[in-house]
């Protein structure tokens, strides 16, 4: 799985995407040394958006000042930056980024800027799709044979129940788009494997996506409890940002805890160090699946506009993957197919009438 | 670390543990097997709640009628058993045990019975501490030098902020009492690390920590996000029983997951596995550490009496460890340190002004 996403046959002109080259740990080398591999490797194209003077330079030294155009913004967000103070700033290279996509000059952004700077950015100056309530920001675990994809990852602390059911539509929608499965089997994070279980929100959320599983056409598969997000049972897992977050984070670190104790033991004695000797490669190949670089990134579902958060931490190899499921999604037409799901979602009377009573 | 829990000097008398005999995937014989251990090896004073008729063979088995009466209960909660089904069986095991407890026959309750049975039947049965709003169920994480305490774990899915603000008094007191942490260091599990991070919930809870540590006595350290929950960054984590719940299974998950994938690994090649003979003392090491049965279960705080629920796979030695744990808890008086720790936040002017103020 060095390679989850692949490109795709790209249609008659490729769609521009637009690459923030000021955002992330290594920008702006790495970020133009990723949108380089792209577009040569991939046949992408690509605009970088950030400080000319400091782009030109990188982009002459790979002599691709031809394929790879530069859209100049004056500021860039820190990493550290929160939300916030991220979205008031309207020259930004991520707010210079939205912009080209809300004219219809580019038709995705990829980003690998602080993630809630990103999110709050995207979310102001891209709006929501008609009808779709919040944004969702969704991720992937590296389960095999296909990922699966949790969501939302942080973009919203506090959620309604309403909006879980349109994140199951955003997710099955990138599921099938982003990762070429066809039928995506949906269930929602909660605690206990039986029906009712929960807290009122996931309670809630269970019972409308069963109610209208059918007519939404969606393949729902009910609770999924902590312990199963890497079992594979399902290919989407919805649930509330605050959540999401929590559950990926504690994922995150006891993935890396458990790789951390192992190492200390099979290095804890020259004997045991000896064996690592004959376990190289094996070792190699795993760290490679756990990469997080060959999955492409963090995906914002329900704008007007697709948004790829890379990892802090990519580098140049990471960013192409970054860009390369952004054209994926844009080939795909990830927005038209969110567009049904949720207009499937808001016709249906009895969901509507649900959406309007109080919350209980 | 594989025995964190070990036995403090008992008093004169030690104080009787009720034991439900029934309840556990391996009940009744390894729970008998274990409370023979107990008794015999730590000198602990124990009662066996269960069928007599299944019990006194097993007991007679072990030479052990002497040491270990048996308390007769007719019923037994099946594991699969709802909390709603549970609580209304005043005859079962589980029941009987806490009758005990109330009556102040027994000091404590260990069961291994399901977490939802035990939970709803104790909860109703024994009642909360005067001034404490709902129980916390507690477990603890593998960290070294000591664990790393987590509640609510699953007890309430559905929690106040004033709930989760006595939580951290439980698990204060429960690191003291339970593991001789002096000083608890406390955090709150949240997304983001800055202050005013999180959701409603877990902001409000986190401000008024913040406001009342000094006076009530507890060393608040913030924000504590899912990757740093086996850092040891502090001795205890607070949150909702519906987050809780989703975290600890999800590193549990994400723990068992990693280790699959490197013995897979590990294993993937004649050469890697041949490899593993230096490795065998390091990797059965680790095993230990990661073993559930050397922490003694989960505990549930708050209530008039103490209640520890071991894992439902336990076997002999996880029963006597949990066993241990509770005649600890006992001698430690964590009961009168809770209400102790409750009673200073009740005396809080501004606290209980915020308490009877309507939710945000």
Known sequence: MSSPVTAQRPPAAPPLIAVDAMGGDHAPR????GAVRAVREHGLRLALVGRSS??????AAEQAARELPIVHAEE???MHEGALAAWRRARSSVAVGCKLVRQGTAAALVSAGSTGGVVSTATVRLRTLPGVLRPALALVLPTTPTPTILLDAGANADAKPEMLVQF???GAAYARVGHGIAEPRVGILTIGSEPGKGNKLARRAAELLSANATE???DFRGNIEGHDL???LVDVVVTDGFTGNVALKSVEGAV???FDEIRAALTSSPLARFGTLFQRRALRELRTRFDSETYGGAVLLGLNG???IAHGASRAEGIAHACLLAHNLVVGRITDQIRRGIAGVSRTPSWLHRLSAPEE
């Open 216 to 218: 939404d056409r969606l």
């Open 306 to 308: 697709t948004v790829v």
């Open 30 to 33: 790495e970020i133009v040394a």
């Open 54 to 59: 400091e782009l030109a330079p990188l982009v």
């Open 76 to 78: 860039a967000l820190a």
């Open 230 to 232: 890497l079992a594979g």
């Open 256 to 258: 890396r805890f458990a």
């Open 168 to 170: 199951a539509h955003l």
